[in-house]
Structures are given as structure tokens and as C-alpha cells.
């Protein structure tokens, strides 16, 4: 099984309108992060929420996170035709091996419609 | 804003041979990071390196792999002998904190294609 896997894949709205994204993840976290990626481009770190916090808010973007459930959502407020982009959660954990390093899933591509 | 910059944009390669892609990341950062994302897939974590030597790695990360920061600002990854499956996206990231809830700054990629 996978860590940190976003559903929808593919989501498709109007300018205006809210997108929810949803990831889910299998083992403890230290934190889990929302990163954006534009095509052809790189990651754009956009939000990063510990495993002790349950929201957290920046500008129209808002994280949930349940530990308890294993896992987050990204909520994009009355979106834009520029959040067009892919959506990755990323999780940062300590794996059986020891070590620690992101862990991304495989994103939910965002198209806003003008 | 500062940022991470990477060089080449685009690297053509013929199998076998070596290719080294280059980094210059954010310049107060301390932690450096190679990521792979083949095309169509996930990003996936290679190498982080701390104080001149790499501090995790992956399994994807084996001998034909190394890193190295040669001088002050560059953060390089060297392929020995280049496989048509190293064709992917390969990007380079820096932090100031290791896992001390810092994000990972990316650059915008080099993609290798292996002929």
C-alpha cells in the first residue's frame, strides 16, 4: 500500500467555485504538507500542518488533518483559472527503516474553467 | 524570493554514459535533497545530504548514484552509467531544518532523457 494517496485523481470546476482534495496515508506522521505543481515546473510548497494541529488556514487555501483517520484535505476557496495545476500531499515520516524523508502521493490535477 | 535553480533545464544522454545535474540551492539553506518523478508518476525521494555527507537514501539511490557539494552553492548528482529507465524529471530541493517542520524548497527540474 501506498503512502499519501489523493483522491480525486482528476478534478474539473468552475472559476469561483471551492476544490476540495483529499489524501490519505498509512503510517505516523511528524507532518504533512501540501505542495503545488504546474506543469513542466516544480513543487511549490504550499502549506505545511503538524501532527499535533488539526487546521490551518493561508489566504484561500485550508488543511484539515485527522490522525486519527490518517488523513488531510486541502480546500481552495472561491478558486481561480491560475489554480490550474497538479496537488500533492506530501507526508514526513519515519519509516521502519529509520529513515525520514517526504513521502509524496500521486496528486490530484486541479483544472479551474474560466 | 530566493530560489532554487537548476541546470540543465534538458539533458540528452546516451545510455552508458555519465551525467551530472546540477543544483544551486537556497543559499542560507543547510539540506539538500534529490527527487525523481518519472513521467506520468509519483515523485520519489533519492538522496538528503547534511554537512557534506548524505544523511538518507533510498533503495532507487544505489552505486551508480552520488552526490556532492563541490564548492559553497553547488549540490550535485552524478549518474555513473546512465539506464533507460533513469529517463524521469529530476528535481532538487533545500530546507533550513531538517524534519524540524520545515518545507522543501524545489527547483524546477532537469529532465534526462536516455537514448
Known amino acids: 500500500s501506498q503512502q499519501g494517496e489523493e483522491d480525486p485523481q482528476a478534478l474539473s470546476i468552475q472559476e469561483g467555485e471551492n476544490a476540495t482534495m483529499n489524501c490519505s496515508y498509512k503510517?505516523?506522521?511528524?507532518?504533512l504538507q501540501w505542495y503545488r505543481q504546474n506543469s513542466g515546473r516544480g513543487l511549490v510548497h504550499l502549506i505545511l500542518?503538524?501532527?499535533?494541529?488539526r487546521e490551518k488556514h493561508s489566504g484561500r487555501l485550508r488543511v484539515t488533518l485527522d490522525t486519527s483517520k490518517k488523513s488531510s484535505s486541502l480546500l481552495i476557496t472561491a478558486s481561480r483559472a491560475a489554480d490550474t495545476a497538479s496537488y500533492f500531499c506530501?507526508?514526513?515520516?519515519?519509516?521502519?527503516?529509520?529513515?525520514?524523508?517526504?513521502?509524496f502521493g500521486s496528486g490530484t490535477r486541479l483544472q479551474v474553467q474560466p | 524570493e530566493p530560489e532554487v535553480t537548476q541546470t540543465p533545464s534538458h539533458q540528452v544522454t546516451q545510455m552508458g554514459q555519465e551525467v551530472i545535474l546540477r543544483c544551486v540551492p537556497i543559499?542560507?539553506?543547510?539540506?539538500f535533497y534529490w527527487y525523481r518523478q518519472i513521467l506520468g508518476q509519483k515523485v520519489e525521494f533519492l538522496v538528503s545530504?547534511?554537512?557534506?555527507?548524505?544523511?538518507?537514501k533510498s533503495e532507487i539511490f544505489d552505486d551508480q548514484f552520488s552526490v556532492e557539494r563541490p564548492d559553497g552553492s553547488n549540490f550535485t548528482l552524478k549518474i555513473r552509467s546512465t539506464k533507460l529507465e533513469d529517463s524521469a524529471m529530476y528535481f532538487c530541493?533545500?530546507?533550513?531544518?531538517?524534519?524540524?517542520?520545515?518545507?522543501?524548497?524545489f527547483g524546477d527540474g532537469t529532465r534526462l532523457s536516455i537514448l
Open positions: 530541493a533545500s530546507s533550513d531544518g531538517r524534519g524540524s517542520n520545515q518545507p522543501q524548497h
Open positions: 503510517t505516523s506522521i511528524n507532518n
Open positions: 500542518i503538524r501532527s499535533n494541529e
Open positions: 506530501a507526508t514526513d515520516a519515519t519509516m521502519d527503516t529509520g529513515r525520514r524523508a517526504l513521502t
Open positions: 543559499s542560507n539553506h543547510l539540506y
Open positions: 545530504f547534511y554537512n557534506n555527507e548524505i544523511s538518507e
